[in-house]
């Protein structure tokens, strides 16, 4: 039996905002109620962000909010956006520190996916530069003028 990882929440924003240069996957530490709510797509990836602390990468505020049938007696520490461990090998952890201290990139979550039968859960994270507004519209108009001629280009055929 197959088993296979399927695609949570995008962040479609990030494209727009942010220039793509290199994707990494990571493993994300959640506790078993923030599980149960990733996979009933109850999650916010719009404003969430990495950073590191101490070598060790943490995603921040990714907002998961506390799963309905736990009690807020159970936890009453919880907070929806709070720092969460993302795992990966110390040797690439390092070297991506190195990147992100030497030049302007940030590290942005882009989608978060969901292990079939299991309460593995994993982030596709990029290693992006901020877009300036100029360069945003730009991108917008382009796709626009595409549009269009794909519209005029679909009306002539028969």
Do not use: G
């Not at 990882?5 to 494209?15: E, P, T």
């Amino acid at each position: 039996m197959w088993y296979y990882f399927k695609s949570i929440k995008k962040n479609k924003k990030a494209y727009l905002d942010y220039e793509i240069q290199e994707e990494f996957i990571f493993w994300i530490q959640l506790k078993w109620f923030e599980v149960k709510q990733v996979r009933l797509w109850n999650i916010d990836i719009r404003n969430a962000f990495c950073k590191f602390y101490d070598n060790e990468l943490f995603i921040e505020e990714l907002n998961i909010p506390l799963y309905e049938w736990t009690s807020s007696k159970m936890v009453p520490w919880y907070e929806s956006k709070r720092k969460r461990k993302l795992l990966w090998t110390k040797k690439e952890l390092r070297k991506l520190l190195e990147r992100t201290t030497k030049t302007w990139f940030v590290i942005i979550p882009l989608e978060i996916w969901c292990w079939e039968k299991c309460r593995r859960i994993k982030v596709k994270c990029a290693l992006a530069k901020l877009r300036r507004k100029v360069e945003k519209k730009q991108i917008i108009k382009e796709r626009d003028v595409k549009r269009d001629m794909d519209r005029t280009i679909k009306s002539f055929k028969y």
